[in-house]
C-alpha cells in the first residue's frame, strides 16, 4: 500500500473513473459504494453475536436485478476500484495503512460487517463471498461510497469538512454498503435492460452475440446509473439498522443530515437531485428509530 501519501493532495481521477457517492458532481453521483487488508469472513469471527430477525422490513428484491449477472458486474466494479487505488497512489492521494482516519474506519467496516446479513435486510446471498475493502482517498469532496462486491471508499473531504463523529461516519458506510447488499446497482441496470430493447437475454447471460456486447459496457453503465428516491431511502434504513446491530447510535443519522445540510447551503451539491430533501430524510430518518434504537441497546457499543 502507497505510503508517501500527501493529505493535501487532491484525488483527481481519469475522467473515465469518475468517483460517485455523498456530494460527488458527476452525472451518476447517486450510486454509490471499504484494502489494505481484507475484511472478509474473518471480520464475522472477530465480532460474533447473535444476529437478530428484528429491526427494519424491507421489501423482497426486484426480480429484474437478474437480466444482469452480478458475477460480471462485481468483476467490472473490482476493475474500476483497482484503477482508482492505482490512480490515487500515483497521484499521493491515497491514505497508507498506518494513517489514524484509514484505522478508524476499518474498525467501523469490522464492526458493521458481521450484520450485513441479518436476515430482515434480505441482503444479497453474495455478500458472504465478498473481500471487503476500505480506503481513504485524499480529496475535498464530500463524498463516499460502496461498489456492488464491497469496494468502500471515503473521501477525506466528508470526514474533515463535516466533523463526522465515529456513529456519524457508521451511518454513511451502512448506507453505502446498504447499496451493495440490495442490488441497487444491478436492480438498476435490469430495469434499463428490460426497458432498452435487449431482447436476446439468453445471450446476455453467456456473453453472446448483442448481449456480449451488453456485458462489456457493464463497467460503463456502472459510472452513469442513477438511483431512485426509493433506493436511496431504502439505504437509509438499511444503513440505520446495520450501524445500530454495531454499536453505533442510530440518531446519529439525524445530526449527519443536518451537518449535510449545513454544508450544501449556498452551492448545493447535486447529490440533493435524487436524495430526499434533507428535513424530509430527518423525518424519515426519525420515523425508523423505534424499529432500530432496541438494536442499539443491546449492541455491545463500539466505544
Request: with cysteine.
Amino acid at each position: 500500500m502507497n505510503t508517501d501519501y500527501d493529505p493535501d493532495a487532491s484525488f483527481e481521477p481519469d475522467p473515465a473513473l469518475r468517483l460517485h457517492g455523498w456530494g460527488c458532481g458527476c452525472a451518476m453521483h447517486s450510486r454509490r459504494r471499504f484494502a489494505g487488508g481484507l475484511l472478509g469472513a474473518g471480520a464475522a469471527l472477530s465480532f460474533p453475536g447473535l444476529v437478530l430477525a428484528d429491526g427494519v422490513q424491507v421489501d423482497d428484491r426486484s426480480g429484474l436485478a437478474k437480466l444482469v449477472p452480478a458475477d460480471q458486474i462485481e468483476a467490472a466494479a473490482a476493475q474500476q476500484y483497482r484503477e482508482m487505488l492505482k490512480q490515487a497512489s500515483q497521484q499521493r492521494a491515497l491514505a497508507p495503512d498506518s494513517h489514524p482516519q484509514v484505522r478508524r474506519l476499518r474498525t467501523i467496516a469490522k464492526r458493521l460487517i458481521p450484520y450485513t446479513d441479518s436476515p430482515n435486510l434480505k441482503s444479497t446471498p453474495r455478500a458472504k463471498q465478498w473481500r471487503w475493502e476500505v480506503n481513504l482517498f485524499a480529496s475535498k469532496q464530500i463524498n463516499a461510497f460502496c461498489m456492488p462486491g464491497g469496494k468502500i471508499a471515503f473521501f477525506s473531504g466528508i470526514l474533515d469538512q463535516l466533523n463526522l463523529t465515529d456513529d456519524e461516519a457508521a451511518m454513511i458506510m451502512g448506507h453505502e454498503m446498504a447499496h451493495a447488499l440490495r442490488e441497487h446497482a444491478r436492480e438498476r441496470m435490469g430495469k434499463t435492460a428490460a426497458t432498452s430493447g435487449l431482447i436476446e437475454l439468453g445471450a446476455a447471460l453467456f456473453g453472446l452475440g448483442s448481449g456480449g456486447r451488453y456485458l462489456a459496457n457493464l463497467g460503463g453503465q456502472l459510472l452513469t446509473l442513477r438511483f431512485s428516491r426509493e433506493d436511496e431511502s431504502e439505504a437509509d434504513k438499511v444503513g440505520l439498522d446495520v450501524a445500530a446491530r454495531g454499536g453505533y447510535d442510530p440518531r446519529a443519522g439525524v445530526s449527519l443530515w443536518r451537518k449535510m445540510g449545513q454544508a450544501s447551503k449556498g452551492s448545493p451539491p447535486q447529490w440533493l437531485s435524487t436524495h430526499p430533501p434533507g428535513e424530509a430524510r430527518i423525518q424519515q430518518i426519525q420515523a425508523t428509530l423505534p424499529a432500530v434504537e432496541p438494536l442499539y441497546e443491546r449492541a455491545v457499543k463500539a466505544r
